[in-house]
Each structure stands twice: as C-alpha cells, then as structure tokens.
C-alpha cells in the first residue's frame, strides 16, 4: 500500500495538523507557545526523575511518551520497525547533551522555535535564523565526507529499550500521581509553579502525542532535514511540513486569541539576540551532525533506530547538566555559564565534524 502521508501534500498535511494540535494543546493547558516542545519536555521528563533540581520544570510529559509509542504503533503495523545500532553511539549521546545544552540557551527545540513565532515571538526569527546557520555549517561537513558509520540490524531488544522505556516511565506516572501541592512523591518529582506545572489533562497530552507519533513517523516529517535538504539538494519536499506547521499554528493561535506579536514579554522567552541565535545554531549543527531533529530522533527510536535512542539519552541528560550546572536561560537571560557553553559546545561539534570525514574536501 503507498505511504500517502509521506507524499508531497501528505506531509504538508500531517505539519498542518501538528500545528493545529500544539496549539491545542496550549489552549488546554500547556504552557503558552508550547504546546509541543521537544527539548523543553525532555527536560521536564530529567527533572521528574530527578536529573536536575529546577523546581518550576519538573514534569513527565506524556507527549514525549506517546511520540516514542506512537511512532512505534505506526512502524510495527507499517512493518517499518527495523531493530538498528552500531553507529558510533558515544558521539550521538555527545551531540544529544550539546543539542540540548544549545536548545536550552534559545529556550526551545526548532518544533517551538516555530510555535513561538507562530504565536507572534519575534525572538524566534534569531533562533531559527541561528537554527540555519548552524545547520548550514552541518551541510559542509556533509559535503567534505563526514560520516557516522553504517548501522547494522541488531537483536530485537535493542530496539525495544527505549519505548519500554517510555512505557516504564507512563506506568509510573500513573501509579505515583501527582499530591496536590506537593513537589515530590515517593518516586517523580512535579512543579507546582512555573511552566513544568502547565499542561493539559494527562489523555489528553497522551493522545495528542500518539497521533503526532502515529503521523510523523508514516510521514518522515523532520524541521532539521527540511532545511538541511533545502540547503544541500535544494529539495523542499519536508519543507513543505515545516511551513504547513507555521501557518497553522499561526492561524489557529488567532483563531484561539494566543497571537501577540513583539520581542518584549513574551512566554518563557528572552530577548538576548546574539544568545538566541548562538544557542540554536549549536543545536542545528548538533542536529544536522546526527542525522535529525529532537523529534526524528524520538519517531526513529520507535521504530527501533538504538542510535537515535542514544541521543534522546544525551539530550535528557543534557537537560540535567544544562541546570545542575548553570546553562540553562530563563526569562530573565542567560544562565551564568551559558556563554561557555554554547562556546565549549560549538568547539566540540566541529571537533567531530572535522575529524569523522572518510574523505577530505
């Protein structure tokens, strides 16, 4: 049977109901321009187990959750799911803690760099045009033969560690709820202030995360890829998801009245320009270095890629070395060791771009 939704207009089809549905998902709850983020839920779900102390992100989001399931759903009745690992899985963990180190500085993952400016932030024109860059430098060293390895099929239960995972981690968050106005149970912890203590009812953000899983897996939608194609082969097939996700997130935060334009005051955001673009651009070359964006990462671990798992990993780890550490931005700006970050994190991708070439340009 053809895969309709992998068609030119099928993924403009699923980007346009991503869209529909993140902004969904801020109407009911979510924190507001981020209905889907997938950096900043990862980070939540680090700070539920307790990687990091950040009392006002700490959450499991079942988003993350029903990506990972959902995309595993689709790829088993697809007969898609295909068990793989072996490509230099270290440096896939390395570049998920830098991607997310980067994603942390902007204050969200390329999906929310899009939803923020759906949602009238004009900070986020910096972040994605940081996004850009650092994807563009990605390209270059794709171009001058920089390789990860060939992956190999493996044992079946390698590609099952992460969705049992997801699976252990929706089990315990229906087991230990939430106490009303308490910050920990006897296993998560919860916000009770702050975005972490924001989101929709847990069917509701667990269902919406299935069908995005479900569809973004049949339709290979990726932000990352649709600029790296753009840029590389002047294709613009995923593009065409990537801009559907923008303009409907934007009509439908007018049609819901979350639209507010401007750089000043806006939700979980800051307005240091040079930092917004620095952190995405180490997060797009984080991304384009290990072969999609945080949400391909989590879709092809669910269809039992080992090696994307691994970087999910990184980026929740990530998540808590970004906080334990000072990384991380806020609202207010930059965290105190967030310019070294950024700075170390650039070094290290380009260490690696340069140095996994089979061939030189």
């Known amino acids: 049977m053809k895969n309709i939704l992998a068609s030119r207009w099928g993924i403009i089809v699923v980007g346009a109901l991503i869209g529909i549905l993140a902004t969904l998902l801020q109407k009911l709850g979510n924190p ?7 950096a900043c839920f990862e980070r939540d779900i680090a700070g539920a187990i307790g990687l990091h102390r950040a009392a006002v992100v700490q959450y499991m989001r079942p988003e993350i959750i029903g990506f990972v399931l959902g ?10 799911y ?13 570049l998920g803690v830098f991607a997310m180190i980067g994603a942390l500085v902007f204050l969200g993952c390329p999906w929310r760099a899009v939803l923020r400016l759906a949602g009238g932030d004009l900070n986020a024109i910096l972040g994605l045009a940081g996004l850009t860059f650092g994807i563009w430098i990605g390209t270059l060293f794709l171009r001058g033969g920089y390789d990860l390895g060939r992956t190999q099929s493996t044992y079946a239960s390698v590609g099952l560690l ?65 600029i790296r194609d753009l840029v590389l082969f002047r294709q613009t097939h995923l593009l065409g998801g990537f801009l559907a996700l923008l ?18 005051n806006q939700p979980v955001a800051h307005t240091l320009h040079v930092w917004n673009f620095a952190g995405m651009a180490l997060a797009g070359l984080a991304f384009c270095l290990a072969g999609g964006c945080p949400g391909r990462q989590l879709f092809l671990s669910g269809e039992g890629d080992g090696d994307a798992a691994v970087f999910v990993l990184g980026m929740i780890v990530g998540a808590g070395i970004s906080h334990n550490f ?36």
């Open 32 to 38: 507001a321009n981020m209905g889907i983020c997938v």
């Open 71 to 80: 995309a595993f759903v689709a790829a088993l009745l697809s007969r898609e």
């Open 82 to 94: 295909r068990p793989r690992a072996g490509s230099a899985p270290i440096v896939r963990f390395i």
């Open 162 to 226: 992460l969705p049992l995972t997801m699976l252990g981690f929706l089990t315990l968050l229906f087991l230990h709820p939430q106490i009303p106005g308490e910050p920990k149970n006897d296993i998560l912890f919860y916000s009770v202030k702050g975005p972490g203590a924001m989101h929709a009812a847990l069917f509701i953000s667990l269902g919406i995360g299935l069908i995005v899983g479900i569809l973004a897996q049949r339709s290979r939608f990726c932000t990352m890829g649709a």
């Open 247 to 264: 303009v409907f997130a934007f009509l439908s935060n007018l049609v819901l009245g979350q639209f507010s334009a401007g750089f000043e």
């Open 326 to 361: 000072g990384m991380a931005s806020s609202p207010s700006g930059i965290g105190l060791h967030g310019v070294e970050a950024v700075f170390v994190g650039l070094a290290v991708c380009l260490f690696i771009g340069f140095t996994m070439r089979k061939k030189i340009a």
